[in-house]
């Protein structure tokens, strides 16, 4: 009898006498609130504040996926019809689900916010809709609201709450699909209605119903289908919160933050932006091991070092556990955390392109150096001629280390054991201004062999932008100005495998080889070489089929 009665629900959401138009907001705006779209810099930084200073954040992929264990995307990966995938609604019943566990592993992570995927692609909502009976509450035998718990443990861990919504894709509604292939004809409709009834309607019950929402993080499956004016229709139930900060995923809307997802850009990405990354292989729950924590944490301290927030993903079983070696990973980071906070929290990208040996965040006159590679000579170079007031490793701050300043660099004098085995931290004041250390290639004039246009974008400091070309092989030439003594190559070749890579160096009327690699493995390589000293350089890559794309193209010198 309960399964016939969940088949009629499932097959009335798309009808359901439940779906009304709703577009309008159904809290009053306070006539003092001023809309995004109007703020000053000033007010855009009050609201983006508590964002900036909080770091690090839990995402956490929960929905019916979790019961077949391969991924958040299994409906459309398998093809399966709506009815068939609803069934697993009939043994969704995670009654180990605990809010406040949840919360405090994310607030002994050191997380200071946390974001539940509210609906995913599927359309399977995880908090009691009204809108469609297609939820955790009313088509479960679980029974409860695990947003509504959640909305009540997270204020007691200090923690702020966010609500991920995928918002133009929902392969569980009809319309819901439309920009992307449909496998079920339950998934045809109009997008519009979908918009009007099931998106916009949920949005509203998850701003009006759950307190403060702090983040809300909308997703789509890649289709493109919207436009200014659907992206619009959600402004005003936006407003019910008006210090809501937003992800730029709600196509054509202005984001207060850019993504970087599952991987850290060789360059910093200007003004605010967050990792999404995930603590094992998926979002959604699957048995793959937890990763390392070096493995987590050069990462973190990467996204860190250059300016970036962190939003670690966690994917909870069927039963409402968060996987155990998930959670210890999370508590190492945390650990990590509790002694070298100070650099993290509230910190901005340092000043430094490239490090060999980790990455750096600044506050103020405060540098945090995150030292990866411990010098095995206990000599630290930093690429800084500015005077040091103080230096000490955040795990020892009452021993001063000693700096010396060497041919323009600093060196730190450091003791021969890494206070910590992955990632120790030393605290630099400085006195004065610190000059910016970037690529040697910086904005130099390029001459490609082929599509001058672009070829700019190789040197430029912007990692998403990129010199494309239709042939297989390519190369750019740049001239530094003046001679130049350097050591390291970074470049990047986005989309493209490399079949041989070639430095060379002009020297008289001769290219010299500095550098050749066949094959290397990926698209982002750092290579080190004894210095060399020119004024004109190049770089050949010769890709395994045509179209061929250099991302970046940097020299730095010895350090
Ligand atoms: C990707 C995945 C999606 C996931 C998202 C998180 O877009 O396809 O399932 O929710 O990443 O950023």
Redesign the pocket.
């Known amino acids: 009898m309960k399964k016939l009665l969940f088949a009629i629900t499932v097959t009335l959401w798309g009808a359901s006498p439940l779906l009304a138009a709703d577009t309008t907001p159904s809290a009053p705006i306070s006539p003092d609130t001023v809309p995004r779209t109007a703020e000053t810099p000033a007010q855009h930084d009050a609201r983006m504040a508590w964002w900036r200073e909080a770091k690090f954040g839990m995402?956490i992929?929960w929905g019916l996926y979790c019961i077949p264990a391969d991924?958040?995307?299994h409906m459309r990966q398998h093809k399966e019809s709506l009815s068939d995938y609803s069934k697993l609604a009939n043994e969704f019943n995670p009654t180990k689900f605990n809010a406040d566990e949840w919360a405090a592993l994310a607030q002994d992570a050191g997380m200071k916010y946390l974001i539940l995927?509210t609906k995913?692609?599927d359309g399977f909502a995880m908090f009691h809709s009204k809108v469609s009976a297609y939820n955790i509450y009313d088509a479960t035998p679980f029974k409860r609201d695990p947003l509504k718990e959640l909305s009540e443990a997270c204020p007691r861990h200090d923690l702020k709450l966010g609500t991920?919504y995928?918002v133009i894709a929902d392969w569980g509604h009809p319309g819901g699909g439309a920009g992307c292939p449909k496998w079920d004809p339950a998934q045809e409709g109009s997008l519009d209605d979908y918009i009007n009834n099931v998106s916009i309607p949920q949005v509203r019950e998850l701003l009006t119903n759950y307190g403060p929402i702090a983040v809300m993080w909308f997703?789509t499956?890649?289709s493109n289908v919207g436009s200014e004016e659907r992206a619009a229709r959600y402004e005003p139930v936006l407003a019910l919160q008006p210090n809501i900060i937003i992800d730029p995923r709600l196509q054509h809307f202005p984001g207060d933050f850019q993504?970087a997802?599952?991987r850290v850009p060789l360059l910093a990405p200007k003004g605010d932006w967050e990792l999404?990354t995930r603590t094992n292989g998926s979002?959604?729950y699957t048995s793959a091991p937890a990763r390392t924590l070096a493995d987590l944490l050069g990462q973190l301290t990467d996204a860190w070092g250059k300016g970036g927030n962190v939003l670690l993903?966690v994917g909870p079983t069927r039963e409402g556990i968060i996987p155990p070696d998930s959670a210890e990973c999370l508590r190492e980071v945390g650990a990590w955390l509790k002694t070298n906070g100070e650099a993290i929290y509230g910190s901005e990208a340092g000043p430094f392109t490239y490090l060999p040996w980790g990455t750096c965040t600044r506050k103020g006159d405060h540098l945090y150096l995150i030292v990866l590679a411990w010098p095995t000579d206990g000599k630290l170079p930093v690429p800084i001629s500015t005077p040091v007031t103080d230096a000490h490793l955040l795990a020892d701050p009452g021993k001063l280390l000693k700096t010396h300043l060497i041919n323009g660099k600093t060196i730190i004098d450091l003791p021969a054991k890494a206070p910590d085995a992955t990632a120790s931290v030393i605290a630099l004041k400085v006195a004065g201004q610190i000059t910016p250390y970037h690529s040697l290639l910086l904005d130099k004039p390029v001459v490609a062999s082929e599509d001058q246009k672009d070829a700019s974008h190789a040197v430029d400091d912007d990692s998403a932008s990129a010199w494309r070309i239709p042939s297989a092989s390519g190369s750019l030439q740049v001239d530094m100005g003046k001679p130049e003594t350097f050591s390291v190559l970074r470049y990047s070749t986005p989309y493209t495998t490399v079949a041989k890579a070639v430095l060379e160096v002009q020297v008289g009327n001769e290219w010299k080889t500095v550098y050749s690699e066949d094959n290397p493995k990926g698209t982002e390589f750092v290579r080190t070489f004894p210095p060399v000293t020119g004024q004109v350089v190049r770089l050949t890559i010769t890709a395994d089929k045509p179209a061929m794309r250099i991302g970046d193209f940097e020299l730095f010198p010895p350090l």
């Open positions: 995402f992929h991924g958040e995307w995927t995913h692609h991920y995928s997703d499956d890649g993504t997802e599952g999404c979002w959604g993903n």
